[in-house]
């Protein structure tokens, strides 16, 4: 029901643009929308699978730009960029693991070490960089592709993204594993007496998260050809935005991707309204968390109405 009035919305959001702005419907702009919101929507996937779990993740936004920075300065210093960015990927899993560690074995919640590592991790970004965007340009074409290619004029961007979501969608939907994910957020007591190491599945969510954000952060590099240490501020806004409209509660226990992915696209079609009809940078900010304050209270209603 949540997936489908989503899609009722968008719906009825892109028949009121098209009379309200003649290039809304036009593929240059759904393009612009689909590469807008592609890339965080690959986050978006892990953050929907650890709100499920019952957690939540601060660090997203840093994440991204740390991938982005180690990954572009590697790079500088000699390696070839797809070794670079591994490793970009792997020190965001190992960033995920470190956020882990703190919420199972030292017991602390995902919001605390999440907003700790936020700082932590944003605070890394200039130190490596030292405050200096890091120039890109001379990245191998093969590489730029992933980020500015296409592929019969469909943007590699998009390929790796619907990739991602019907991957993570079909596994949380079918796969034995990812069903633990729902029984830990759902109630952890009656997980752990049914014989399910909690623990263990909280941690391997928060780095799946971190890892997916650092895939993000490469593609981002890609695209971009540059590493800036600001990159990603407030990006954790609309990911979570995307995956509490889209379904995912913030008491754990339910969501799916296709509903995260509806959230995502409803804000990308509310972003590009807002810029055709001319509203003021500062009221977007502000219509945004307005749809996040009503999602949440929604979220909340139900669940109260549930319990």
Known sequence: MREAGLIVIILALCIAMSFASPHFLTWGNFRAM???????????????????????????????????????????????????????????????????????????????????????????????????????????????????????????????????????????????????????????????????????VKFWVTVLCSTLAGVAGVIYMARFGAATPTFGAGMELNIIAAAVIGGASLNGGSGTIFGAILGMALLSVVTSSLILLDVSVYWQDMIKGCILLAAVSIDHFLHRKKS
Not at 66 to 73: E, H, I, K, L, Q
Not at 163 to 187: C, E, M
């Open 34 to 200: 689909l590469m807008s919101f592609s890339i965080e929507g690959i986050v978006v996937v892990g953050m929907t699978v650890l709100l499920i779990v019952g957690g939540i993740d601060l660090s997203v936004g840093s994440v991204v730009c740390f991938s982005m920075v180690v990954s572009g300065a590697l790079f500088l210093a000699g390696l070839d960029p797809w070794t670079a960015s591994l490793i970009g990927i792997g020190v965001s899993a190992l960033i995920g693991a470190a956020m882990g560690f703190f919420v199972t074995v030292i017991g602390l919640n995902h919001f605390i070490t999440s907003l700790a590592a936020m700082v932590i991790v944003r605070g890394m970004c200039l130190v490596v960089t030292k405050g200096t965007p890091l120039s890109l340009f001379t990245l191998p074409p093969a590489f730029k592709a992933i980020g500015q290619g296409s592929f019969n004029n469909i943007p590699y961007v998009i390929l790796i993204f619907v990739v991602v979501v019907a991957i993570f969608d079909f596994l949380l939907r079918r796969a034995t594993a990812f069903r633990k994910v729902f029984y830990t957020g759902s109630n952890e007591k009656a997980a752990q007496f049914s014989g399910i190491r909690t623990n263990q």
